[in-house]
């Protein structure tokens, strides 16, 4: 199979299995969806999407996040890794936000990148769910998936990764490859024994077919 038919298969099978696949964050606005985010970084989406509804209930925009005190927002998120970054970055972020872009979320990967706690994974996520930019986030999950599936070959770094993925994804489809490859990692083609035998990629996957060979 040539990597170009590995992309098909996938895209194939994805589109017939999972043609809505979306963030598992929940939002209701771009700002919302950026203190999710920032607020994700080695954690997971059910534990950020516990502890959101309390945030934005009490700091429902910019103009009020940028306002609150250390200690008003980090007992809200104590029980999130990393509470004493993700507390700074939050409100850092959000008083760029109010300074810098009259308090909206940029819709661009250099702009969003300024924001304290802000990295191109997360700036291409918000780009690519809200604006259906074509940016790949590569997080933890679609590092291995691409690599286990042969999507993506001798890939050292994210960045890498991201390179690869977006030159043979076509355009439109990037946006949603991004969540196909995260929710296959998460629940099908998880890290450290992937379950192979439920999973419905095996003849264009690379890791399967090598380990049939042996
Ligand atoms: S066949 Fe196995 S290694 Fe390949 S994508 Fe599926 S779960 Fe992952």
């Known amino acids: 199979m040539t990597r170009k038919d590995r ?8 589109s017939e299995h999972a043609p809505e ?3 598992e964050l929940l939002y209701d606005n771009p700002f919302q969806l950026l203190v999710a985010v920032i607020l994700s970084a080695q954690c997971t989406d059910k534990r950020v999407n516990l502890t959101t509804p309390v945030i934005f209930a009490k700091f429902p925009d910019a103009e009020s ?5 250390f200690d008003e927002l980090f007992p809200i998120i104590k029980s999130i890794s ?9 409100i850092g972020m959000a008083q ?3 300074a810098d872009f ?22 291409n996520v918000i780009t690519s769910v809200i604006d259906e930019q074509p940016n790949m986030a590569v997080d933890t999950h679609v590092f ?8 993506t070959l001798q890939a050292k770094t994210p960045l890498q990764a991201e390179q690869q993925l977006i030159k043979f994804f076509p355009k ?17 083609c998880v890290a450290r024994s992937p379950k192979c035998e439920i999973c419905g990629l095996q003849q264009g996957c690379k890791y399967f077919q090598a380990t049939l060979k042996n």
Do not use: C
């Not at 439109?172 to 099908?188: P, S, T």
């Open 144 to 151: 291995r998936v691409s690599a286990r599936i042969g999507l």
């Open 102 to 123: 009259n308090g909206e979320v940029p819709l661009k990967v250099e702009e969003l990148i300024k924001l304290p706690g802000v990295g191109r994974k997360t700036a």
């Open 82 to 90: 990393y509470p004493n970054n993700k507390t700074k970055h939050l």
């Open 96 to 98: 760029m936000l109010v």
């Open 172 to 188: 439109e489809l990037i946006h949603k490859a991004h969540h196909w490859l995260i929710l296959h990692g998460r629940y099908v």
């Open 7 to 14: 992309y098909q298969f996938v895209i194939d099978y994805f």
């Open 21 to 23: 696949a979306e963030t």
């Open 65 to 69: 996040l940028a306002k609150a005190t």
